[in-house]
T-cell receptor, first 116, second 114 residues
């Protein structure tokens, strides 16, 4: 089945210790998104890639970086995690952006990040 | 400032009855609306959508109604089933050219009791 896969499902890191979350997709979608979701809050878009074009949200801290080495994979790097970065990180994909209406976004199961 | 508001954090409904989840928005530039469903420990999954040129869209047990003048939409689930118990997110997209970012509500947790 075509899907969006996130690894690991649970990640524990120490304050200030860099961490990388990964996302892969078998849907061959052009667009990949990273969201942060904290408890009882809406998903917050951090950035997205349209193919290789990186689009950062204006309020995404510099502490968060992303890489997309190929169509299938996208990584979220948190350079120096703080306690406030503990959250669920969701990866999503869609076929394309910029059409008359947005294409459906397909989400992975998320990675729960704990910062000690 | 929440542009998409789901004012009921939770809703409890008896199996077989109708569930009505509400969503209000403030931005008149929004022209496309989506509902996503989320089970614990899973990512959101797309449920149903509606564009602003319509006032109703139906898919099986799920119907979304849009009232543009009131800036209000609702999701109706009939009949409700225990498997529908999940968090439901309303999301909206502005008609802003290539920037088709989704603006999300905080979600409503639905419990369908057997």
């Amino acid at each position: 089945d075509a899907m969006v896969i996130q690894n690991p499902r649970y990640q524990v890191t120490q304050f200030g210790k860099p961490v990388t979350l990964s996302c892969s997709q078998t849907l061959n979608h052009n667009v990949m998104y990273w969201y942060q979701q904290k408890s009882s809050q809406a998903p917050k878009l951090l950035f997205h890639y349209y193919d290789k074009d990186f689009n950062n949200e204006a309020d995404t801290p510099d502490n968060f970086q992303s890489r997309r080495p190929n169509t299938s994979f996208c990584f979220l790097d948190i350079r120096s995690p703080g306690l406030g970065d503990a959250a669920m990180y969701l990866c999503a994909t869609s076929r394309q952006a910029g059409g008359r209406y947005p294409d459906t976004q397909y989400f992975g199961p998320g990675t729960r990040l704990t910062v000690l | 400032d929440q542009q998409v508001k789901q004012n009921s954090p939770s809703l409890s409904v008896q199996e077989g009855r109708i569930s009505i989840l509400n969503c209000d928005y403030t931005n008149s530039m929004f022209d496309y609306f989506l509902w996503y469903k989320k089970y614990p420990a899973e990512g959101p999954t797309f449920l149903i959508s509606i564009s602003s040129i319509k006032d109703k869209n139906e898919d099986g047990r799920f119907t979304v109604f849009l009232n543009k003048s009131a800036k209000h939409l609702s999701l109706h689930i009939v009949p409700s089933q225990p498997g529908d118990s999940a968090v439901y997110f309303c999301a909206a997209s502005p008609n802003a050219g290539n920037n088709r970012k989704l603006i999300w509500g905080l979600g409503t947790s639905l419990a369908v009791n057997p």
